[in-house]
């Protein structure tokens, strides 16, 4: 008599069930390992990405404030002149020559005052090349001078940190 076959007996055994419990322990083991080592990395890229979040935050504060409180050192810087201004006109009999010495020294704190927050004056030589970066021509006259230079400054110019703030105003030699 012929027994019936199994179909389980003629298929080759599979690997994984007949792994070793020794080899088990060790993949459940590295697997353990690596969620561990997800976890973790998971943990830092979520603390990474709130102090990227922070650090903008705190920028974006920084930058709203200096906008805000940007001109308190210039303003702080011309009180004085004020303040002079102010006792000039609290004088009642000040003779011409005190008016004249009184605006003089705040003259000189005003300037003081702006170089100190970096506007410099542009008051170029007659002679000086036209620079149109500098000095906005507003006229073209002849001279007894090379073409393209200063013949007369009408206002002067003022440069922040390098940056035009009011071009001088000049006269320029035409060309001949």
């Known amino acids: 008599m012929v027994e019936p076959q199994n179909p389980e007996q003629n298929q080759a055994p599979n690997p994984e069930l007949t792994a070793e419990p020794a080899e088990l322990v060790a993949v459940e083991q590295k697997l353990a390992e690596l969620e561990a080592k997800h976890a973790e990395v998971s943990d830092a890229y979520l603390r990474a990405k ?17 906008r805000k409180f940007a001109i308190e050192g210039f303003a ?4 004085p002149v004020k ?6 006109l609290a ?17 000189r704190q005003l300037v003081q005052a702006l170089e100190r927050n ?10 000086d090349k036209f620079d149109p970066h500098h000095h906005q021509a507003i006229s073209v006259v002849p001279a007894e001078q090379e073409p393209n230079t200063i013949v ?20 320029v030699a035409a060309p001949r």
């Open 152 to 171: 007369a400054v009408l206002q002067k110019g003022y440069v922040i940190a390098e940056r035009v703030l009011r071009p001088a105003l000049v006269t």
């Open 91 to 107: 004088v009642e009999n000040a003779s011409t020559e005190q008016m004249r010495e009184g605006v003089h020294a705040t003259l």
């Open 50 to 66: 709130a102090e990227v979040e922070n650090t903008r935050r705190r920028a974006e504060e920084e930058i709203a404030k200096a």
């Open 83 to 88: 303040d002079s201004l102010e006792a000039a």
């Open 76 to 79: 702080d810087s011309l009180l």
């Open 118 to 127: 970096k506007v410099m004056e542009v008051n170029p030589a007659a002679g």
